[in-house]
């Protein structure tokens, strides 16, 4: 348990924030582990570059009707980057409200710094997340001795233990496999995000994991990954498609729980054809460019009502909406109408 290693809780900062009821300071959950589909929640934004409570709103209540099993908010995906305490707040609060009780939150509170975490995390507690992940600091460099003394920080101030979120691609100072397993046993960390895309890395957690005993839920992010993650040992995929295409996932989650790998990898290469569909020509790939394509595909889907990302990402040109609208519309439609995909 996290109090058994010193762990004290913050209770003057929890005070101040408010503690919903997922947090105490026993450790225990109230509500259950995510376990299926996770998407990293696309953040509707106005032309000002607020929050569009109103499509937010609908876009949960479309996720959470799809069948995912909880949503992930302020990943890459929610553009947390672009975002302040505030702003990152109210979109775990207004997706909290939105789903109502039927999903966990888990509410991504990575920064920059360990102070600038904590913020986010009491926020994120105040607002009513049922679980918080943390990326470790980027930018700069720390060792693993100063990860893990910011991973213990944050399960201080939110009395609890963490996810741990990995992806090395932007935040390559990053916990080790010791680190992992060693804050596990301590009761720090309480499931993983692995966004990385590299299955070495992620069989290997798995060996380590079973061969010290200390289990740990791991969710893959890398939406070209998430059927040999199950074969693996995933517990769910917390994958950007999801906001597109969340019934085809909730179906592979399925076919993967009755070991059905066909299916399985036949739903993948599904996705795979739409990741390919997705990418526009001429244009480089970048997470911000990736979010401007999911909420123009939203906005034509009319689960949206505008297509403005943080700047300085600007709206798609015209030859790229034609790619969308001619490529990967159709096959986001198709998939979500799928009730029996065909077998290769």
Request: one cysteine or more.
């Amino acid at each position: 348990m996290v109090e058994e290693r010193n762990l004290d809780i913050d209770h003057e900062a929890l005070d101040h924030y408010g503690m919903p009821p997922a947090f105490n300071t026993s450790t225990e959950t109230q509500m259950t582990e995510p376990l299926g589909v996770v998407p990293p929640v696309v953040l509707p934004m106005s032309r000002d570059g607020g929050i569009d409570s109103a499509s937010l709103e609908r876009h949960v209540n479309h996720l959470v009707d799809a069948g995912v099993s909880g949503l992930w908010v302020n990943g890459t995906t929610g553009e947390f980057y672009a975002l302040d305490v505030e702003l990152r707040a109210r979109a775990v609060r207004e997706c909290v409200k939105a789903t109502g009780g039927r999903v966990p939150v888990v509410a991504h509170v990575g920064d920059t710094s360990t102070d600038l975490a904590l913020q986010h995390a009491r926020a994120a507690v105040a607002a009513g997340a049922q679980h918080v992940a943390v990326l470790p600091p980027y930018f700069i460099g720390f060792g693993q001795e100063e990860l893990k003394a910011h991973f213990r920080a944050v399960a201080r101030v939110v009395g609890g233990p963490v996810y741990a979120y990995h992806l090395p691609q932007l935040a390559p100072a990053t916990l080790s496999l010791d680190s992992i397993v060693e804050l596990v046993a301590e009761g720090v960390l309480c499931g993983a995000k692995d966004s990385s895309s590299n299955m070495v890395w992620f069989r290997q957690l798995q060996a380590r994991l079973r061969a010290e005993g200390t289990p740990l839920p791991v969710l893959t992010g890398g939406s070209s990954v998430a059927d040999l993650g199950y074969f693996l040992g995933a517990v769910g995929s917390v994958s950007s498609t999801g906001n597109l295409t969340p019934r085809h996932l909730v179906r592979q989650y399925q076919a993967a729980l009755a070991e059905d790998w066909t299916l399985v990898r036949a739903l993948q290469e599904q996705t795979e054809e739409l990741i390919a569909r997705l990418t526009l020509p001429g244009l480089a790939p970048s997470p911000s460019l990736t979010n401007a394509v999911y909420k123009y595909v939203l906005v034509a889907l009319g689960r949206i009502d505008d297509e403005h990302t943080a700047r300085p990402q600007a709206l798609l040109p015209e030859p790229a909406r034609q790619h969308l609208d001619t490529h990967a519309l159709p096959l986001v439609e198709h998939l979500e109408s799928q009730e029996h995909p065909p077998r290769p």
